[in-house]
Nanobody, 117 residues
Framework: QVQLVESGGGLVQAGGSLRLSCVASGSISSINVMGWYRQAPGKERELVARIHSDGITNYAISVKGRFTISRDNAKNTVYLQMNTMKPEDTCVYYC???????????WGKGTQVTVSS
């Protein structure tokens, strides 16, 4: 059983910053990709950023240059530093883990991020 626990969400003013953390625990074999997705009410969940085992990162166009994803392999933790935040960044943010030879995917329960204008 794999557990993902997110933290760091909250309320911030436009232009401000937040840092999300996600700790993975449990029966984890090799980690392939860890990432962050977000979902606004009535919309589909979308990729925000992800980091591969080799360190390669991918970002959504809407956050490129403002958000930075990083990873601490020793702690099975992934971070999302969010700067210059905008009201449209308001969403529930979910941590995602893809692991093992079969690419099993696990999700966290999500953390709310609200950006006020």
């Amino acid at each position: 059983q794999v557990q993902l626990v997110e933290s760091g969400g909250g309320l911030v003013q436009a232009g401000g910053s937040l840092r999300l953390s996600c700790v993975a625990s449990g029966s984890i074999s090799s980690i392939n990709v860890m990432g962050w997705y977000r979902q606004a009410p009535g919309k589909e969940r979308e990729l925000v950023a992800r980091i591969h085992s080799d360190g390669i990162t991918n970002y959504a166009i809407s956050v490129k240059g403002r958000f930075t994803i990083s990873r601490d392999n020793a702690k099975n933790t992934v971070y999302l530093q969010m700067n210059t935040m905008k009201p449209e960044d308001t969403c529930v943010y979910y941590c995602n883990l893809n692991s093992g030879p079969f690419g099993i995917t696990n999700w966290g329960k999500g953390t709310q991020v609200t950006v006020s204008s």
